[in-house]
């Protein structure tokens, strides 16, 4: 194929930013577009040029000038449609969390191997360009060893940022459609993946997640929530703490969530912050080394900058035939990291990311 045909299914909040990275690229273009929502399916069409509507995703599988999909649903939705997606040949990009379950995990992973497509977990935050210099710098050793992490995540008052639809939170309020709390589950993939993806693989995790009705009986949070863990084969440790302060106003182009996270080494410090807000007016990478700050002030730093290169890696790693940055089995292991801190905190207990495995005793 000269040009990836894409079509992006669900056309919400998020999709805006999925497009980015399709608008104008010389390899891939947004050929078609579907959503239940038909008036939003066809003023998205328009916005991004796309030839065809359509509003049954049974109709896309059936499209063979469609090679891709890009998956913006809601979570329950995320296995099942992967599945019919490799089994009509098309490539897979679903967004995080990838699935409810690692059994659901699963079936994505083999679909996407027998059909021979690419499978990507979209989960943006690794693409964040000073995220992605982080991790040069660490894997470097520019701060020594690495021996903790620690991640701040905070929810500030509604209604900052970007309009959201009341839709668009309905769904996360449902768990058999969301999986899990809008905080940890949902938002929080994105800074267990971060943990991940700057120190390495996960082996036990430790959490405490409490539930916080924002408006009774209508909507809740997963928090205050803390988080501790520990890394596989090495004396490495992390700690994530997502609070929600319902009076804070974040300055945001978009949620009202705010990240901070700090990497201890043997030799130096690292601060990484601005991911999703603008909360700290500070350069978005800095590193403290040899009794010295270093700061890095021309970095990509906006949240959609994520996103753009996230989407650029998928068209890349379809013409390229290599694996993308977060791979089925990768976000499968991301998954696991968030569910064992969802069990850890149910069963006030310590939890091996293996014991989620079938036939290992909870
Ligand atoms: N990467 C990120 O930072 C980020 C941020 C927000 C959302 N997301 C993810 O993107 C996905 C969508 O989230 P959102 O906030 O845009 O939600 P949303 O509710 O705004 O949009 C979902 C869209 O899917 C459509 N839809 C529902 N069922 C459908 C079906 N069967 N066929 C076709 N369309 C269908 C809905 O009509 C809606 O337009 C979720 O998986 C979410 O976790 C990722």
Redo the contacts with the bound molecule.
């Keep these: 194929m000269s040009i990836i045909n894409v079509c992006i299914?669900?056309?919400?909040?998020?999709?805006t930013l999925n497009a980015l990275g399709y608008v104008g690229h010389p390899d891939a273009r947004i050929y078609a577009v579907?959503?239940?929502?038909e008036s939003?399916a066809r003023s998205r069409a328009v916005e991004w040029q796309a030839e065809v509507v359509y509003t049954d995703?049974r109709d896309v599988l059936k499209d063979p000038n469609i090679h891709a999909v890009e998956l913006?649903?809601?979570?329950h939705?995320?296995a099942s449609m992967t599945v019919q997606a490799c089994k009509a040949g098309k490539h897979v990009s679903v967004?995080?969390?990838m699935a409810l379950s690692l059994e659901e995990a699963d079936l994505m992973i083999s679909a996407a191997k027998e059909a021979g497509v690419k499978l990507k977990v979209?989960?943006?935050f690794v693409c964040y360009p000073p995220y992605v210099k982080a991790k040069q710098l660490i894997d470097a050793g520019e701060i020594g060893e690495p021996i903790s992490i620690r991640i701040k995540s905070n929810a500030g008052k509604k209604g900052m940022g970007w309009h959201i639809?009341a839709?668009?939170w309905a769904?996360r309020m449902k768990e058999e459609e969301s999986g899990g709390g809008p905080l940890v589950f949902?938002d929080g993939y994105?800074k267990f993946s971060v943990a991940m993806y700057l120190l390495g693989d996960v082996e036990k995790v430790n959490a405490w997640i409490d539930r916080t009705e924002t408006v009774p009986g209508i909507s809740w949070q997963d928090a205050p929530a803390m988080i501790m863990w520990k890394y596989r084969d090495a004396k490495k440790y992390g700690m994530m703490d997502i609070m929600s302060s319902p009076d804070l106003t974040i300055a945001t182009n978009y949620y009202g969530i705010d990240e901070r996270v700090e990497v201890t080494g043997t030799r130096g410090v690292l601060w990484v912050t601005r991911c999703t807000a603008k909360m700290m007016q500070i350069p978005a990478l800095m590193v403290y080394k040899d009794g010295k700050m270093e700061t890095y002030n021309h970095l990509r730093d906006d949240w959609a900058d994520s996103f753009v290169d996230s989407t650029k890696d998928f068209i890349e790693a379809i013409k390229q035939d290599r694996e993308p940055m977060l791979s089925g089995e990768r976000g499968r292991e991301v998954l696991r990291f968030a569910l064992a801190a969802i069990e850890s905190s149910k069963r006030n207990k310590e939890v091996h990311l293996d014991e989620l495995e079938s036939g290992k005793t909870m």
């Design positions: 299914v669900g056309c919400g909040r998020i999709s579907c959503d239940i929502n939003q995703y913006l649903v809601p979570h939705l995320h967004q995080k969390p979209y989960e943006n639809d839709s668009t769904w949902d994105h």
